[in-house]
């Protein structure tokens, strides 16, 4: 192998072992090196599980040794946003409200599949509270840094997650989305995100912000998601809005490519969204690969207006729900903007809160209607490339809230749709630009295999 350990993909990981030209113990040492080195360097990890991961891998060499692998996944090192459960570990949510103490004796769903297939946990990665912001900063936890340039955001809510994988710590992460929490921090950070079909990957326990959030793959190329997807987009008994089995491989539809598809590509939403130059420019290179590789691309826009007030409606509902269950003296722990948003929150009516619904469906109505006629949907994932850390909202941006800069993200967790981010290029600073890929809900398929063109073709890196 010319490359080092850490640089390898999940896919070439398993190349290796099966061929003995690589061993899990090795892999999982190079990968803790670069988690040690994510946590001092970038703040990526609130827990590294060293003796564990170690103990896992050692188990894992000697089942490859025997020739018996443990699943899909055995001895690959990935790591848990620190929002879902990790048997063994505290899982502390970013927040100072949540105590340490206590059994921690359930995985969540999606980190039991990869058990059974024998992954490598590395540790728990980073995450504003309760995954409330587009940043990834907390009162536990402090900020976290963008790999490329430290003095900006890694982005959120799994920004801990994205840069760890950025710096080669571990080719598989687990991330969560809200209103893109997996998308907007693997483009700050120039990896791949994928924000699967609600339902597709099982959660448990329930977010406070209910069926807007999704739990999905964050990895090096859209190869690994799609095999990470086959591991943890099976059923959970504890989740009862998990979809059934789809009967089909991720993995394999990839050869399907991108020749004959429907794409509309919509670089403003029709105009409702100001974006930086460096950025559409790199975003239509992609486009245009696209359309070279045989998919038949239009630039057309879905027939939509920002719902941002329906999704802050649901959203700061939410939050206030997640501090109902808080006293007085408990609620002063929380991060300034989440306890006013939780303010907020509290104050909606439940007329209020349905009329959100009744825009949240109209928006899926008319999504399903534009996927009659476009198999996928190209934006750019975000307007802008990272800005300085440790602040919710770009400096003289004029916005309030995250949801400012995220007008892509944000509606696609309202449709429950699938959607990816793609990296596609850089900014004069040298700062990831990310494609976003969305097809109709349960199409997740199709936005690995316009990924993984984009990636086979170079266009993606």
């Known amino acids: 192998m010319t490359e080092h350990e850490h640089d390898l993909t999940a896919v070439r990981l398993l190349d290796g072992y099966r061929t003995g030209a ?68 505290p899982t502390l949510r970013g927040s100072r409200t949540v105590s340490e103490k206590g059994s921690w004796d359930e995985d969540a769903p999606s980190v039991a599949r990869l058990r059974e297939h024998g992954a490598v946990f590395l540790g728990k990665t980073t995450t504003p509270e309760y995954g409330w912001k ?22 959120g809510s799994s920004g801990g997650a994205a840069a760890a994988v950025a710096l080669g710590a571990g080719p598989l992460a687990l991330g969560t989305d809200g209103g893109g929490s997996i998308r907007i921090p693997a483009s700050f950070c120039g990896i791949f995100g ?46 009862w809005s998990a979809l059934a089995p789809t009967g089909r491989s991720y993995t394999e539809a990839l050869r399907e490519g991108v020749h004959g598809l429907r794409v509309a590509y919509s670089p403003t939403l029709g105009g409702q969204v100001a974006v930086r130059p460096v950025v559409t420019a790199a975003v239509r290179r992609a486009v245009e690969r696209l359309a070279e590789l045989g998919a038949y691309v239009t630039e057309a826009d879905p027939d939509v207006t ?27 722990l929380l991060d300034p903007g989440l306890r006013e948003i939780c303010g ?89 630009v990310g494609l976003q890929i969305v097809a109709a809900r349960h199409r997740d398929d199709l936005v690995l295999r316009a990924a993984h063109a984009l990636y086979e073709a170079g266009a993606a890196a």
């Open 22 to 89: 690589l061993g899990p113990v090795e892999v999982t040492r190079a990968a803790l090196a670069r988690a040690e080195r994510a946590r001092a360097e970038v703040n990526a990890f609130v827990r590294i599980t060293a003796e564990e991961a170690l103990a896992r891998a050692r188990e894992s060499e000697e089942r490859w040794r025997r020739g018996e692998p443990r699943g899909r996944l055995d001895g690959v090192p990935v790591t848990v946003k620190d929002l879902l459960l990790m048997r063994g570990h």
């Open 134 to 155: 587009a940043v990834t900063d907390s009162p536990l936890s402090g900020v976290t840094r963008n790999p490329h340039d430290p003095t900006r955001t890694a982005g």
């Open 194 to 239: 994928l924000k699967p079909t609600y339902g597709r990957v099982p959660l448990y326990p329930a977010s406070a912000f209910g069926t807007l959030a999704h739990v999905g793959p964050m990895t090096r190329d859209a190869a690994d998601a799609a095999l990470m997807l086959d591991v943890i987009g099976a059923p959970d008994a504890r989740d």
């Open 306 to 332: 920002d719902p941002v007030d329906a999704f802050h409606t649901l959203w700061f509902s939410g939050a206030a729900r997640v501090a109902q269950r808080l006293g007085p003296r408990r609620r002063e």
């Open 344 to 432: 907020q929150g509290a104050r909606y009516s439940a007329l209020e809160y349905l009329a959100a619904v009744d825009v949240r469906t109209e928006l899926g109505r008319r999504m399903g209607r534009f996927h009659e006629v476009y198999d996928l949907l190209l934006t750019p994932t975000l307007p802008i490339t990272a800005f300085e850390a440790g602040a919710e909202v770009p400096k003289g941006s004029g916005h309030r809230r995250w949801t400012g800069w995220t007008p892509f993200t944000y509606p696609f967790n309202l449709t429950q749709q699938p959607a990816a981010t793609v990296p596609v290029g850089r900014d004069g600073d040298g700062l990831p």
